[in-house]
Each structure stands twice: as structure tokens, then as C-alpha cells.
């Protein structure tokens, strides 16, 4: 069969959204977990990635968690929220940016996005800072950054803490800082969605050496076994409140086989964003659709690709379109102010000019390393054909 003919029937199969990462050598690390017989959490592969994002991001301690959910839980407890406390984040994000304040009895403050970058939009957060406020949550969408010199300005002026969902922001940067090390926290997700994957996991990142001990405690379900396990006591007790956030080290094992090649699947997805974003350009310039903007002095990685519709019904045929292509698209988040638990346990602060609006046009295409550009050009060959 000629080349020519095997890309033709590659275009016929389906396109999936999404292809979780994997590298050879996870299946080989994994064997070497079940041969050690530590398959448990803090083993050798969760140290080895824990130092690696130390080394990499600069932070002071970096903890593996089994998702970033937890590790966001993590720190709304080392943030000592407390109930009635208030959170300022986006309505735009997924609902574990919110849940995890919620389950402290803190009230999630959401405020209006960027029609360019939907992140937070950094201009509406001081005026809805009260009495009560005790955090910040910016959430960097698609893997670029929020404007966080302006955030942590407002941050200082009101001694608050700031707790970054960098759930998409692994290998990103905002003026050379690696996102999740800027605020008080980070968290990273490794979930299969994501740009490196355990199936499911998390990181929780730690700028002031001050708070490593609290979170190691917390982490080992209220015990300072972490310290025993480091021979720096004779034995472990339970020191405080806590819970179990630990991935088994298999987990562990399986994403240090892709940091190993970090870089390389890190290219290889900014040239899959590159080329969809070449392909799709003379329809932006033809007000087509509308393309993402990376700001000034941000550094995305390549986590997803979306286009913007006209609105909610074009979205929908597009989607329709392409899935009728063999391509499978996606919208993304529901705002969370429009959310049953949304109405229930927070409020929106401000008007809602764009959250809902741009939402409703967001289509994401498919994005995963292993995607081949020959698979982009056919998407963006029916993207065009769509449109034209």
C-alpha cells in the first residue's frame, strides 16, 4: 500500500479527541515497582518525579497527590480556610477549583474572565475583595498564564494567600517562572487528559519552605511518618488532622517515563498548536472563527487547541461537522455561577459580560502527543470547508 493510500485510510478512521500519553519505558518501570514489591505511595518513582519538578519549576517542595483535586485540597487546608472565608477564582474552570474551598465551608467568589485568554480577568478582582476574602485562585487556561504580577500585587496589598490552578500549566511560564511556583501554592494535574499522565494524579507545589512539614503531615493522614521514613525520628505518631493524598508509586512510575522526555513530547505538542494555528489563521483574518492569544511574556505548552464560533448554534454545527468527519470535538466547561452547587455555595461578583458568552463558542480541537500533523491538516481541511 503506498503511503499516500495509508494516510487516506487514517483520515477515514476517527480522529479522538484525546490520547492519553505513553512511553515505552512506563510498562518497564511498572514491572520494577511490582519486583520491589513498593507499589505504595512514597516510593522511589514519586521521589524521582518530585525531585524532577523541583529541579525544573524551582519550588521548595513539591508533593505528588493522587489529583490535582486533592493537591487543591491540600492547600485550602495549609491556607487554613476556614467557613465563611471567601475565595475570589474564575466561574470559568472545572469544579474542583471551587469543591475544594466549598468542603471547608469557604464561599467561592467568582468574578469575570478575559474574552481573550479566559482566564481571570485581573482588573475585576480588587473590588471584589472583603473583610472576608482570604485567597486568590487563578486558574491558567489552556497552559497560559493569568497576569499574575498584577494578582499578586492585589494579593499584597490585602494579605492574601494565592493558590494557582495550574491543573493545565506543566512546562508553561509567565516572565520566566514556571506556573504554580509564582502564589503561596501550585497545583498540576495528571490526569489522563493532560500533557503528561498517571491516569489520575496531581502535584501540589510549595514556595515557602515554611509549610513543607504542615503539608507533609497533612498528606500522610495527620502522621509525620514522612519524617521516619527519612530517619529523622525513631518512630511515627499522629500529629494533627489529615487525610490520605498519596498515589500508589506504580502511578508515580508511569509519568516518570514521560518526564524523562519532557521536552521532547513538550516540542512535539507546540508544533501540533503551531500548525493548527498556521492552517487556521486566513479564516481568523476572514472573521471566520477566532484563534487563542498568548499574551506578552507568557509561555504556553501546547495543552489544547480551540477555536471560537460565532455563537452557541455554530458551535454545535461545527462540532456536528466535524464529528460527521470522523473528528472528535469537544466545548469545555459550564461556568460554575450557572451551576446548581454554583448558586448554591458561591456568588458572581460583578457582571457577567463574557464568562457565559465566550463559553458558549469554545470548541476544543483534538490534541494529544501522538497526533500527527498530516492528522491536523485534515482537521483544519474540514474546519475550512465548514466554514467556506
Keep these: 500500500m503506498t503511503d499516500r493510500k495509508k494516510g487516506v ?9 484525546n490520547v492519553p500519553p505513553y ?58 480556610i476556614q467557613p465563611g472565608d471567601e475565595v475570589i477564582m474564575p466561574a470559568y474552570t472545572f469544579v474542583s477549583t471551587a469543591d475544594a474551598f466549598v468542603l471547608r465551608g469557604a464561599v467561592p467568589v467568582f468574578v469575570d474572565i478575559r474574552p ?38 492585589i494579593a499584597a496589598r490585602h494579605d492574601l494567600i494565592v493558590i494557582e490552578d495550574a491543573a493545565q500549566g506543566v512546562m508553561a511560564s509567565y ?23 498517571m491516569g489520575e494524579g496531581g502535584a501540589l507545589l510549595i514556595k515557602d519552605e515554611k509549610n513543607v512539614e504542615d503539608a507533609e503531615i497533612i498528606r500522610e493522614k495527620g502522621t509525620n511518618r514522612s519524617k521516619f521514613y527519612r530517619g ?29 522526555i519532557a521536552d521532547e513530547i513538550n516540542e512535539a505538542r507546540l508544533a501540533l498548536w503551531r500548525r493548527y494555528y498556521e492552517n487556521l489563521k486566513p479564516l481568523a483574518e476572514e472573521g471566520k472563527l477566532e484563534l487563542p492569544v498568548v499574551p506578552e511574556g507568557c509561555v504556553h505548552n501546547g495543552h489544547m487547541f480551540y477555536v471560537k464560533a460565532k ?10 461537522y466535524l464529528k460527521a ?51 491536523v491538516d485534515y482537521i483544519c481541511g474540514k474546519v475550512s470547508e465548514f466554514y467556506r
Excluded at 485510510?9 to 479527541?17: A, D, G, Q, T, W
Excluded at 455563537?311 to 456536528?320: G, H, M, N, S, V
Design 175 to 197: 516572565k520566566g517562572k514556571a506556573l504554580g511556583t509564582i502564589g503561596d501554592f501550585g497545583c498540576y494535574s495528571f490526569h489522563e487528559t493532560k500533557n503528561y499522565s
Design 311 to 320: 455563537d452557541i448554534e455554530e458551535r454545535t454545527a461545527l462540532i456536528d
Design 116 to 153: 481573550d485568554t479566559m482566564n481571570i480577568d485581573e482588573k475585576l478582582i480588587e473590588a471584589a475583595v472583603t473583610e472576608r476574602t482570604k485567597a486568590i485562585v487563578p486558574v491558567h487556561y489552556a497552559g497560559v498564564s493569568c497576569e499574575m504580577d498584577t494578582i499578586m500585587e
Design 9 to 17: 485510510r487514517r483520515m477515514r478512521e476517527k480522529i479522538n479527541f
Design 325 to 375: 468527519g470522523n473528528i472528535h470535538s469537544v466545548f469545555h466547561y459550564i461556568p460554575l455561577h450557572t451551576a446548581p452547587a454554583g448558586i448554591k455555595f458561591g456568588r458572581f461578583h460583578g457582571e457577567d459580560r463574557y464568562t457565559t458568552r465566550e463559553s458558549e463558542r469554545l470548541v476544543r480541537l483534538p490534541m494529544y502527543y501522538g497526533l500527527t500533523l498530516e492528522q
Design 232 to 260: 529523622q525520628i525513631d518512630k511515627y505518631t499522629w500529629i494533627n488532622f489529615g487525610s490520605s493524598y498519596l498515589p500508589s508509586d506504580m502511578n508515580a512510575a508511569y509519568l516518570y517515563a514521560q518526564l524523562e
Design 23 to 80: 512511553v515505552e519505558k512506563a510498562a518497564e518501570y511498572i514491572q520494577e515497582c511490582v519486583k520491589n514489591q513498593k507499589i505504595c505511595g512514597d516510593g522511589p518513582f514519586t521521589k524521582r518525579c518530585s525531585e524532577w519538578f523541583e529541579q525544573r519549576t524551582g519550588t521548595a517542595k513539591c508533593l505528588l497527590t493522587t489529583s490535582c483535586t486533592h493537591a487543591t485540597e491540600l492547600a485550602a487546608l495549609l491556607a487554613d
